[in-house]
């Protein structure tokens, strides 16, 4: 907890791009500290090192894209979020596609890959940004709100026009065992007339049944269903975690969103960056952990956190 972290060992990842249908290979590869996640993205002979941070975003309209140099990296939120649930901050990516395979439109593939890679500690501490005023961002209908908060949690409401959506509300206290058992599974998820027109307009061309769940006029079109009732707000939440980690550091902060997407995130993590008067980056030491851990007081309590803002 109070370390940064990197991966035990190397892993390969292989699948099929939601967008360009194309099959794609990613190699994980041990990171020192200090170094962050990074994509080096590959084109021919050509290679581009992407940070996995806010100021590399060029594109929030189907999902989250970071890129540098000419060359991109979409869909990189479900991976994001699974890294932060493991507390991976240091990481090199090698891929040779435009796109993070979509697996099964998930993160808990990423999850078991990870959980099997393992996890090692680096010999450098971990900062938290750590909220002590609220910030608001309201786009339309759209609203996100981060308060102070001992945890790192999510509050995420969502409102469909659609029988199989409807209303649907979560709140998560973040933590490794509760994102892989309860967000990671949450499939992404679409209409049916919206993927048409997609794959009309030449994307989704990887986009099925085993990678999303497509919505009709009244039914969910997938034969098994979904995995969770309110599957749709659970997917919300995995990608807010996979967006807000653009922010560099992990929070200790309080996510409060309605309606809210993949342009608005990223606009709420620029509205967090520039408002210097409502966080302060935090660490802690060993002797921090000796403390809580004498105390039974959890290490991020609000006493700890902010005793040293």
């Not at 991976?79 to 090698?94: K, Q, T, V």
Request: one cysteine or more.
């Amino acid at each position: 907890m109070i370390y940064q972290c990197t991966i035990a060992h190397p892993l390969m990842i292989s699948g099929i791009g939601l967008h360009s249908g194309h099959r794609i290979s990613m190699t994980l590869r041990p990171a020192e500290a200090g170094t962050g996640v990074v994509f080096h993205r590959t084109e021919g002979e050509r290679t581009v090192s992407i940070e996995a941070v806010s100021a590399n975003v060029v594109d929030t309209r189907l999902a989250t894209v970071l890129g540098k140099g000419g060359l991109s990296v979409s869909t990189v939120e479900h991976l994001l979020a699974a890294l932060s649930a493991f507390g991976i901050d240091n990481l090199h990516i090698d891929i040779d596609g435009p796109e993070v395979p979509v697996m099964d439109g998930s993160a808990a593939p990423f999850c078991d890959l990870l959980r099997n890679a393992g996890i090692r500690s680096l010999p450098r501490s971990r900062k938290y940004l750590a909220i002590r005023k609220p910030i608001t961002l309201i786009d339309g209908e759209k609203r996100v709100t981060l308060i102070p908060s001992r945890f790192f949690r999510i509050t995420f409401d969502i409102a469909f026009d659609h029988p199989c959506i409807s209303l649907q509300q979560r709140s998560i206290k973040f933590s490794q065992e509760l994102f892989c058992r309860d967000i990671a599974p949450a499939r992404t998820f679409g209409f049916l007339k919206e993927v048409e027109y997609l794959k009309a307009n030449g994307l989704a061309r990887g986009g099925s049944l085993d990678n999303a769940v497509v919505i009709g006029e009244d039914s969910i079109l997938n034969p098994e269903g979904l995995r969770f009732q309110d599957e749709f707000v659970r997917h919300k939440i995995l990608d807010s975690i996979g967006d807000f980690s653009l922010l560099g550091h992990p929070i200790l902060g309080h996510i409060k969103a309605f309606k809210a997407g993949h342009d608005i995130n990223h606009q709420m993590v620029g509205k967090i960056l520039a408002s210097p008067e409502c966080w302060k980056l935090v660490e802690f030491s060993e002797e921090d952990l000796r403390s809580a851990l004498h105390t039974g007081a959890p290490v991020f309590s609000s006493e700890l956190a902010f005793s040293k803002i």
